[in-house]
Each structure stands twice: as C-alpha cells, then as structure tokens.
C-alpha cells in the first residue's frame, strides 16, 4: 500500500510571493492534516479536513489556507510569504476510527528568502 | 490550552543501557501517540494508547499510559545505536467534530557505542 506522498519536496521561495503545496494521502483514507515544523516552534497543528470540509483549523493568519478535493489529495496555500513561514510542511492521512492513526508524509521543505 | 510536555529533551545514553522518556499532558485526552523522526526525515508512528493503564511493546520499546496522571512513558530496554533519533509524543483531543494532534517538543535521543 502506499503511503502518503506530498509534492514538491523542496521549494524555495522569495518573501511576498505565494507557494501552493499538494499532498496524497493513503487509499482509503479520507481525513487529511496538515502541520507545521519548525525548531522554534516544534511541530504545530495547520488544519484538518475530510470529504471537502475543512473541520478544524490551528493558530494561525488567513495567509495559511487549504482545500481538499473529492478524492481526497489535499492542497494548502500561503500567500504573502514571510521569513518565518520557513518549515518542514507535513501532512497526515487517516482512516479514523478508534485509533485514529495519522500516517505522516516525508514533508515538503520551504525555504523563503 | 492543551500542553504536552516531555522530558529530558536531550538524552545522551550508552548501547545496552535502560532509560525512559516522560510525556504529560494538561487535560483529558482521548489518545495517546508516540512518534520517531530521524534527522530530515518524516514522522514514523510507532504507538497509539487509549486507555488507562494501555501497554504496548515493539522490540525494545515499550510505551504505557497512565491516564489518571496524564502521563505517558516510552521505555528503552537495551539500547541500541539504531534507536538514535527524535522522539515526539502528541495527544489528540476529539473536538466538536475531527481531531488535531499536540506535540510534545521531542526528546533527542543519542545511542552512544
């Protein structure tokens, strides 16, 4: 079974420009995540979404937004790029249930200049 | 505000000894994760815990949960060189709808010869 896959893997961005970052979850699985890490930070919770809905978001400005499609690949976009959007952007897929077991993608790495 | 806590963050320890990292969390959680990352990489699941007094083992770690104190500990029996790496616990508190995982912000193991 393949695991979760998330494209690009590296980006390199300038402050005030826009980056958009895709992520394909496990077959089946229908609930979507998205985190942020940073050193600074550690690992800090973007948004959730299953079936198209967004169901819960984290701290963070409108600049940071995401969608989720109809069969499940998900995108999150940040506009306005500043400095400190620099990150490992992760995503977790899921199937729900009892265990509700978050399979982690290898993360896209941004770099803003 | 949910907080997750673990403790040591750092921990430089010799092959074939025994030690254990803590992780404590604020409020009442519905599951507890324990997760592995080697440097630049992703996020390996490596345990889920539900109820109080859950105990699962895979090889030479072993994680429990004890609900009551809001406590988690992942045990490391025998150390090997293999089990250097971060290791991040989070707590998933079912919302409204959907669910958001807390990080713990990582304890850094290092398995000296």
């Known amino acids: 079974k393949a695991g979760v896959t998330q494209t690009p893997r590296y980006l390199i961005k300038t402050r005030g420009q826009q980056v958009t970052l895709s992520c394909s979850p496990i077959s089946g699985h229908r609930s979507v995540s998205w985190y942020q890490q940073t050193p600074g930070q550690g690992l800090q919770f973007l948004f959730e979404y299953f079936s198209e809905t967004q169901r819960n978001k984290g701290n963070f400005p409108g600049r940071f937004s995401g969608r989720q499609f109809s069969n499940s690949r998900s995108e999150m976009n940040v506009s306005t790029l500043e400095l400190g959007d620099s990150a490992l952007y992760l995503c977790?897929?899921?199937?729900?249930?009892?265990?509700?077991?978050?399979?982690f993608g290898p993360g896209t790495r941004l770099t803003v200049l | 505000e949910l907080k997750v806590e673990q403790n040591p963050l750092f921990l430089s320890m010799q092959e074939g000894k025994n030690y254990t990292i803590y992780c404590n969390y604020s409020t009442t959680s519905d599951r507890l994760y324990w997760y592995r990352q080697d440097p630049g990489k992703s996020l390996e699941s490596l345990f889920v815990l539900l109820s109080n007094g859950a105990v699962k083992q895979e090889g030479r770690l072993m994680a429990s949960l004890d609900t009551k104190a809001r406590l988690s500990t992942l045990h490391i029996t025998a150390a090997v060189h293999d089990l250097s790496a971060t290791y991040f616990c989070?707590?998933?508190?079912?919302?409204?709808?959907?669910?958001?995982?807390?990080f713990g912000e990582g304890t850094q193991l290092t398995v000296n010869p």
């Open positions: 977790a897929s899921s199937f729900g249930g009892l265990y509700n077991e978050q399979f």
């Open positions: 989070a707590v998933d508190i079912k919302e409204t709808s959907g669910s958001r995982l807390t």
